[in-house]
């Protein structure tokens, strides 16, 4: 049918709306399918082959769609051409029907079509009945969604976007989009990417005289943001309760397992009650557990598959050169984020007393005036029996300049949480609402000038807010027991790498 | 209460968790109090004043918290020092009462404490009872937030950002990150932002011999992406559904009231049945027709506020430089959005038929070989009875190289769908799937090389794909009968302008 027939066709609402019931959207997705239970209905499915199974009458075909981790058997009972083998995409036909015990669900196939056909000879990366190590997933960055293990990540990162987008709008907070594009840069020390035009021509136009390229487009140099937090302090003088959520940025050379070069973060504002930090540690446990038990509650299923591909890697560990964490286990993921009592608080001085009191020999000594290296932070949280952790009261010299000072100027009223696998999950803090003692902490860091703005918001019927921010890929590999932060990534970015 | 002590006691689970209810958390939010209607209460409230009104006994003030665009009258019977006045933040005591004929809520003031005070003679920019033009309220981006149409749209905003997600989610997409930084330049066309680390010392220590230092940190130029299309078309693969839904970017010296260097783009990607680019149609009416009610439903009275701030500012404008658009109007976006019969479909040659056959006198002549300017979009829109219309079968020299062509070359499968305010809202495709017709095109444009992973995604169990972008704001600017993109983003970036 030619666009044009079609096109007149669809004025006749009734007739559109048949055609995009019966024929348009025809396929049923596999979740829906299993779910339906719909046994002697007639359905159609397209997806991936996972499995082939030959036996003597019939031939099982598992296949995904990835509207789930579950896959549908297909029961063929005509001849199946080889084509139709693991990684192909195919139609089929059939009738739902049950089989065994429990009453499973499959699909008697009445027709089995080949969509496209996928050779291992012309390059497919993944073999049928193979086991393959997350470093060697990661480099096949295209074909990876297409695993069984990276499908179900990609699917709990999403429902855990989503969860901690669903708690924080029930809490009352709203979504205020951060820029990413900034003249400010945050924190003073991160290292930040700066942007211009790729057009060179453009630039030339566009510059004023005596103005530097960098400078041309925006009358100022402009950045990738590593942290919305000051915009937020801006929004939350009108709404309260404010929260952003999105990429954020380092230029850092670092091979760590816990960097990237963009990554996500979720970060919150909120006014509050007697400058008290209790109420950020608050929004930060809550939103944790719900979050936490609403993913256990929804996507068991996902958790489940990623567990057992985790125990197959471990089973052939002989192939696997990086993988080191033990398989993700639902038990430690309530003892860790859903215990019956709340998470610890300690302050950074008691913190530093159990390093001190450790005979655990540390490749970097803990002392007071250094901060917690990860080393320190994994170890703090295995001796809470893997529970989380609130470090608070930190000393000022250790934490950015715009964190509420104690009085006699020494300490300052922030937080870091500390989990498994990751060590720092979130930093927050009481902000320093003192325009004056702000002024004064600026000017001794030279972005007095340059962030005067961040000093204003405070001029005109100021309040008293705080807020944090959490990485959100962290957030995913402690719930996962994934150890490299790229492998809950969709296209990870970091020094050297910067594939598709 | 010092912060060990604090967190001595919290370890003690009954005392904390008193803690949280009685002292951490004892505001009450706006929108729950009005809401709650539970007169007798005695609450506490902080917020904002927006005006006050002195009678002979009691003195009224409208407190607002942005939880919600309603403002709670406070009744204060005591002397109200007068730097308790509009703008000023304050904590209220009280109990709740009602008044009225309607039963409406106020809250009897115990104690009115002075938080921040904001004195105009400081500099403060807004004055009560003063309208100002949409163009002064945004040069003050840094106290926006706190206006009355501002923070309505804010909250409409994140409102919307749900509904898409939520429609999207329950569709059965999933949320897939595409990456901010690129090494491919999607479109080709686009004017691009290339990205460095800003730190040149850390670019001589990471460039490899002969490198240059744009190529050093990541082993190849790097740029913000234009597009998320084409990383969702490896996911797409994996999981059938999915979408992203995040900032993107175009280095465009450009001052239209539509387009800003940094903007909102939700991308979906679907697997299609019969290559036919009515699913991709289907999917974007269900999503718009749902999303519109929802906010409907949700989100009246914001809409409403919007829509008296633009009556007050459409009466003054004596003041006003740039307000063009007549105040939102729900029956409209009713009308627009949510009418009974189909959007309408029409061909690209049909749209010219009726541009050429028109008596208006268009700035720009349409031209087959042209494609369609605004003015032409926004005629056809208005001669379609302000109701958005799908325009698809495109001449193939108008789109972009990825899309379905017809047999004879041609035509390509896209649609541009048209609305009022905006005009072009989405635009979408089927993709071609073919990898030697891809290659063939790819290799015309020069970009064979860099984009070879795209042709690959095709070469194993290949499928037909398709979908859509759609500008966020210009679904808000439409919505909200909004002329300016600036005017519904927190923090708009466009040329010689990255404020804050």
């Known amino acids: 049918m030619s666009f044009l027939r079609r096109c007149h066709q669809r004025k006749c609402s009734a007739f559109m709306n048949s055609c995009v019931r019966q024929n348009c959207r025809s396929f049923t997705k596999i979740a829906a399918l299993l779910e339906s239970k719909a046994v002697g209905s007639r359905m159609t499915v397209q997806g991936w082959v996972k499995s082939k199974r030959k036996m003597k009458l019939v031939t099982f075909i ?23 083998d693991v990684g192909a995409s195919v139609k089929v036909d059939g009738i739902v029907q049950s089989f065994g015990k429990k009453g499973q669900i499959e699909l008697l196939a009445e027709s089995v079509e080949l969509i496209g056909p996928c050779n291992l000879e012309d390059g497919y990366p993944f073999a049928p009945r193979k086991t393959y190590s997350m470093e060697y997933i990661r480099q096949k960055l295209l074909y990876r969604p297409r695993t069984n293990l990276f499908s179900s990540v990609l699917r709990l990162r999403s429902n855990a ?3 901690f987008r ?5 809490e009352g907070f709203y979504e205020v989009n951060a820029p990413i594009l900034t003249s400010s840069d ?8 700066s942007v211009k035009p790729n057009n060179q021509e453009l630039l030339k136009q566009m510059a004023k005289e005596g103005q530097s390229q960098e400078c041309a487009f ?13 915009h937020l302090e ?3 003088r009108g709404l309260s309760h404010v929260y952003t959520f999105g990429p954020t940025f380092r230029a850092e050379n670092s091979k760590s397992r816990l960097h990237l070069a963009e990554f996500y973060m979720l970060e919150a504002e909120e006014i509050l009650y007697n400058n008290s930090i209790e109420t950020v540690i608050s929004t930060i446990e809550k939103m944790l557990r719900n979050v936490t038990q609403c993913l256990l509650d929804s996507s068991m299923a996902d958790l489940e598959s990623v567990r057992n591909v985790q125990i197959q890697q471990k089973k052939s ?5 990086e993988y080191e964490a033990d398989p993700l286990d639902v038990e430690n993921i309530q003892k860790t984020f859903l215990s019956s009592s709340p998470y610890t608080i300690m302050t950074y001085r008691e913190a530093m007393d159990i390093l001190s009191s450790s005979k655990n020999k540390f490749k970097s000594m803990p002392k007071f005036e250094d901060g917690l290296t990860k080393e320190h932070e994994l170890y703090l949280v295995k001796h809470n029996k893997n529970r989380p952790i609130f470090v608070i009261e930190w000393p000022v010299h250790l934490k950015a300049f715009y964190m509420k000072a104690s009085k006699d100027g020494s300490m300052v009223e922030a937080l870091d949480l500390l989990v498994p696998i990751v060590g720092e999950l979130c930093g927050g803090s009481v902000r320093e609402n003192d325009p004056q003692i702000l002024s004064s902490r600026m000017k001794k860091l030279g972005v007095e000038e340059t962030l005067s703005w961040y000093t204003d918001l405070r001029r005109f019927g100021n309040v008293s807010t705080g807020g944090f921010g959490l990485g959100f890929e962290r957030y995913l590999q402690c719930l ?18 910067c594939q598709m």
Chains 1, 2 share one sequence.
Not at 166 to 170: F, P, Q, R, T, V
Not at 186 to 193: I, L, T
Not at 480 to 497: A, Q
């Open 218 to 230: 925006f009358n100022s140099k402009v950045y990738l943001s590593v942290s919305g937090q000051m």
């Open 234 to 236: 801006a929004a939350v």
């Open 166 to 170: 669903n708690h924080l709008n029930a």
């Open 186 to 193: 945050c924190e003073g020390a991160g290292e930040v990417f």
């Open 317 to 321: 560990a002989r192939d696997v050169v």
């Open 62 to 84: 598992d296949v995904s769609d990835g509207s789930s981790s579950e896959k549908l058997q297909i029961a063929v009972t005509n001849e199946v051409p080889p084509q139709i």
């Open 161 to 163: 976007a989503t969860a």
């Open 480 to 497: 996962l027991n994934i150890t490299n932060i790229k492998d809950v990534t969709p296209f990870p970015r970091w020094p050297h790498n």
